[in-house]
């Protein structure tokens, strides 16, 4: 690379980062009003709210069901008969989440996070492949609606892609240079600190790297350098252990039992597996198949916001069909889809094209193992299909569903056995893992019980570096056979052109999802006398979605600012909140499902949230 071409390099970068970050907060401040939208974010703010004052359980406030919120669970510890309240997610997120309280600004930490991954994927891919390519990945990645989507929120993925891509440069670099053991090391935190964010994700980026570095351990034996391999890797299993032993030690601070799966005590059936009391309704290999088999339809468009509508109409011709109206709004029936729906999506996506030329270009310094791949990935359509055309009898069996688990994990893994054989060139090695990360991604998600559409299909975030240097490989490639200034006018063509068409009308309809908003905060301020509010909201059946914002800002201490308590009725409720706050203003609202009103009547004030009656 020459000298002129470092500083351009360099500079479109900076300009990808800053565009990710700028992104990443105008939509939080657009779309989503820097509010939780859905009851993890709530339950996110809440225990990093927790977490920022210094504790990670606190007993339950009396009374207890006055200030509930989603996803905090009140629990009578059977040994001891303490009662603790916690939320029920691993700390993982949480402990990020908290800086950004520390410093008023939550929103502000996956801001940072995204700019940061887009820098990571940018060195990972220049030094897997060329410059060029960390640069096209890094354009993919900053623009990919996926991460515009999900980067404007309060969930912890962004967090998850940041230590994914991170453990995937640290492990590079581990094997290449100077200071494997720091490399190592830097792998095995940033490893831990995805599991501890999202346990399932972060089991689906390790397993390819556990069969690659048990592979490259026993090469290394062969070769008597066993103990210059063993090292590095053994720094990263300790810290990546080390950090996610947090897992259990907060299950006992909270629960006394370290092995306890918080999930289920929200609801018991939140489970990964199959069969009796996995999933609300039994969960099943075929309804894993069926529920993957939607998600990657969105996938295909969400990852890179590239697709095609094509329509057919009366006579058969086929045509083709926007995804806006003449209005410039997203169609209605998308529009449904994203706010209620989560079977295929209609436009086809084009987003994953890329990959097995990806694939092919990147193992061309490696054709014996090119040909390895090239089976490995027919064996692997062929399961697929075999897989999706078994019996029903089979696909709802539980045993056969493990079974079939087992083989796809010993599938996805098979290429590694051939580097017990002979070292196999590091650029066709690493196009394996960045491809398997993605796929075992998918693989793990066929056995939980839900799938993810209304913020994208956001279970297979953690694939979206990777795959967007596997994209960007046959991108520079073509980009040496047009020239390089053409392929970067048509790719910022189309990545401008699938933001506007695409992206941002389709993260636009999300905003006040749920019927969230800051409307009732708003409401507030002109009635404050400058006291502290006690916002009491009374009602029978009132759910999360009415009281959010006010949940949002209402500290687990109960000493912030504002504190909402819901009054639902019983007996003395009302007069134990009150004898709680014998110094604040209290402003009285009533409640209905998701719907809530100032003034103790409901429809006599203003009313925020939903519709009446929903």
């Known amino acids: 690379m020459t000298r002129f071409q470092r500083p351009v390099h360099t500079l479109f970068v900076l300009l990808c980062v800053g565009f990710a970050m700028v992104m990443s907060a105008v939509i939080s401040w657009q779309v989503f009003e820097r509010l939780p939208h859905l009851e993890d974010e709530v339950a996110y703010l809440w225990q990093a709210k927790l977490l920022s004052s210094g504790q990670v359980i606190i007993p339950p406030p ?23 309240r916690f939320g029920k997610y691993t700390l993982g997120w949480p402990l990020f989440l908290s800086i950004g309280v520390l410093i008023g600004a939550p929103w502000l930490i ?26 096209i990945a890094a354009a993919l990645t900053a623009f990919s609606p996926m991460a515009l989507l999900l980067n404007g929120t309060l969930m912890g993925h962004t967090a998850a892609l940041f230590t994914t891509t991170l453990f995937l440069y640290a492990c590079w670099r581990m094997t290449h240079g100077q200071n494997r053991l720091r490399w190592g090391l830097l792998a095995g935190l940033a490893l831990g600190l995805t599991v501890i964010n999202r346990p399932l994700a972060g089991l689906a980026v390790a397993i390819p790297f556990m069969a690659w570095s048990a592979a490259r351990l026993i090469l290394a034996l062969r070769e008597k350098r066993f103990r210059l391999s063993l090292i590095p890797l053994l720094g990263l299993a300790v810290v990546a252990g080390g950090v996610t032993l947090l897992i259990p030690a907060f299950n006992t601070a909270a629960t006394g039992n370290p092995s306890l799966n918080l999930y289920t005590l ?8 199959f069969g009796e009391g996995y999933g609300r309704n039994i969960h099943t290999l075929e309804k894993g198949l069926r529920q993957t088999r939607w998600d990657l339809s969105l996938t295909a468009a969400d990852l890179f916001g590239w697709h095609l509508w094509l329509t057919r109409d009366a006579s058969g011709s086929v045509g083709l069909r926007s995804t806006l109206t003449s209005d410039g709004q997203f169609d209605p029936e998308l529009r449904q889809h994203l706010l209620a729906d989560g079977d295929y999506w209609s436009p086809l996506g084009l987003s994953l094209l890329l990959l097995l030329p990806g694939v092919w270009i990147g193992t061309r310094s490696a054709p014996d193992f090119r040909l390895v791949l090239v089976g490995w990935l027919a064996v692997g359509t062929a399961l697929a299909v075999w897989s999706v055309n078994r019996p029903v009898t089979d696909l709802q069996n539980p045993a056969f569903a493990y079974g079939w688990m087992l083989l796809v994990g010993l599938w996805l893994i098979a290429p590694c056995a051939v580097l017990v054989v002979s070292p196999v060139d590091d650029r066709a090695l690493w196009t394996y893992l960045l491809l398997a990360v993605g796929i075992a991604l998918i693989w793990l998600h066929v056995a939980y019980w839900i799938g993810s559409q209304r913020y994208s299909t956001r279970y297979y975030f953690e694939m979206l570096s990777g795959f967007a240097i596997l994209s960007a490989v046959p991108l520079a490639a073509f980009g040496q056979v047009i020239g390089r200034r053409w392929l970067a006018t048509a790719l910022t063509l189309l990545l401008i052109g699938s933001l506007l068409t695409y992206s941002l009308p389709r993260i636009g309809v999300l905003y006040r999802f749920n019927w969230v908003s800051p409307q009732v905060l708003d409401a507030l301020e002109p009635l404050r006398d400058g006291r502290p509010l006690l916002v009491i909201v009374r009602g029978e059946d009132i759910r999360w979605r009415g009281v959010g914002p006010l949940m949002s800002v209402t500290h687990p201490l109960l000493n912030s600012d504002i504190v909402l308590a819901i009054d639902n009725g019983l007996s003395d409720t009302r007069e134990a909140i009150l004898d709680r706050f014998p110094d604040r203003q209290v402003i009285e609202m009533s409640g209905a499902i998701n719907r809530i009103c100032l003034g103790t009547v409901m429809e006599v004030g203003p ?8």
């Not at 509930?68 to 303490?82: K, R, S």
């Not at 009313?607 to 929903?614: D, H, L, R, Y």
């Open 62 to 84: 009396e009374p207890r069901r006055a200030f509930w919120q989603p996803f905090v669970v009140d629990y009578l510890n059977p040994i001891n008969g303490e009662a603790t």
């Open 607 to 614: 009313c925020f949230g939903a519709p009446p009656g929903q």
């Open 110 to 135: 996956n801001t940072l996070l995204s700019g940061l991954t887009v820098a990571l994927t940018y060195r990972l891919g220049r030094e897997l492949v060329n410059p060029d390519v960390g640069l």
């Open 266 to 273: 929200v609801w018991n059936y939140d489970r990964v597996g």
